[in-house]
């Protein structure tokens, strides 16, 4: 029996409809491997140049970060710095190198309360209300800078924000699979933050 034109116009918009999801999926798609490809190339860039600034802040939570921003101190890039999300058993004399000069000690201030993006900058914010800071030089992970810079910017409107990221040994092979899931998931967590700020205060 033959179907009737009432399913047969059905079963057409049917076959519409799914054929328009599916190329609106695979564009999402595109679009988000797109985003993830740049993503990548501006997590991998090397850091340029810096100006002075008021202070620093380290964001801890991998390789090279203390270490960049003690140097950027110590080379008198900024006049205070801030690590924020230290372990509460680090002390600050664990972290300063032997060659550090004594008075480096006095500028570094170890901030123990964070322990996610969100509480580094709250941290930070109280440190830079504290100490009068108008411009920061923010260190951080390549692949965590967006995020970071997303964050404390939302939170310390008023305050010039200065990218020095790091890249930690895991990227120096960033087409390996541990850097690329890496890569991927700061990614998530960087449309994760994205989204929330675009979301208007209730």
Request: glycine content about 8%.
């Amino acid at each position: 029996m033959a179907a009737s034109p009432a399913i047969k116009r059905g079963a057409r918009r049917k076959r519409t409809v799914l054929g328009r999801m599916a190329r609106a999926a695979a564009l999402l798609a595109c679009g988000l491997l797109a985003g993830l490809g740049w993503f990548a190339w501006d997590a991998l860039k090397p850091a340029g140049p810096l100006p002075q600034a008021d202070g620093i802040v380290a964001l801890t939570g991998g390789t090279g970060r203390i270490e960049t921003s003690l140097r950027l101190l110590e080379q008198n890039r900024a006049r205070l710095l801030l690590i924020s999300g230290v372990d509460v058993q680090t002390s600050l004399h664990a972290l300063l190198p032997a060659s550090a000069p004594q008075d480096l000690a006095a500028r570094v201030t170890l901030g123990y309360q964070a322990r996610s993006t969100i509480e580094n900058a709250a941290e930070t914010a109280t440190w830079v209300v504290d100490n009068h800071i108008g411009s920061l030089i923010v260190v951080t992970a390549g692949y965590h800078m967006r995020r970071a810079m997303l964050e404390l910017g939302r939170t310390l409107p008023d305050v010039a924000l200065y990218p020095c990221p790091v890249t930690p040994p895991a990227m120096q092979h960033p087409f390996r699979p541990t850097p690329l899931r890496i890569l991927a998931m700061e990614y998530v967590k960087w449309l994760g933050a994205l989204a929330g700020a675009a979301r208007p205060a209730s």
